[in-house]
């Protein structure tokens, strides 16, 4: 099995925001339409990215595509 990345760049992230905490949320990076390249997620990441989707409107809302400041 190929070695996952464990960050990857991008200029945009797909953003879910919990239903519950507002101050908790899960991001990844992705295309400008929010597509997420998930071979290059690392173990962990790739595991919240796929909880994420399934818990879209129980424990997250709908995820959002945002800009990344470049700071």
Known sequence: MAK???HMTSSHE???QSLFNPGRALSFPCDVEGHVQMELLGDHALANYL???VVVGREYALPLVSVVSAN
């Open 4 to 6: 996952r990345l464990l």
């Open 14 to 16: 797909l953003r879910y």
């Open 51 to 53: 909880y994420a989707r």
